[in-house]
């Protein structure tokens, strides 16, 4: 009994640690450099990271080496400006 309690207590805790970490990541705004854009599969990387955008931010036009500033919630884009 003991050590099914023990396994659930250490269960709780890292399910508890990998959730605050995910709700840690809080919407941000960046400014940085577009070093490849993929539309199709809805992909960007700025400044030497890998975004997923959002139907929106995919339709705004944006090309490599273009100075951005993009709002970046949990790894995507969901606004992009030039």
């Given at each position: 009994?003991?050590?099914?309690?023990?396994?659930?207590?250490?269960a709780?805790?890292?399910?508890?640690t990998?959730?605050?970490?995910?709700?840690a990541?809080?919407?941000?705004?960046?400014?940085?450099?577009?070093?490849?854009?993929?539309?199709?599969?809805?992909?960007?990387?700025?400044?030497?990271?890998?975004?997923?955008?959002?139907?929106?931010?995919?339709?705004?036009?944006?090309?490599?080496?273009?100075?951005?500033?993009?709002?970046?919630?949990?790894?995507?884009?969901?606004?992009?400006?030039?």
């Amino acid at each position: 009994m003991l050590k099914k309690l023990v396994v659930l207590v250490m269960a709780l805790a890292v399910m508890t640690t990998f959730g605050l970490s995910t709700l840690a990541k809080a919407e941000e705004i960046i400014k940085a450099k577009v070093e490849a854009v993929n539309k199709e599969a809805k992909k960007i990387v700025l400044d030497s990271k890998e975004y997923s955008m959002t139907d929106e931010a995919a339709q705004v036009q944006v090309d490599v080496g273009d100075e951005v500033e993009a709002t970046v919630d949990n790894d995507v884009v969901k606004e992009i400006k030039k």
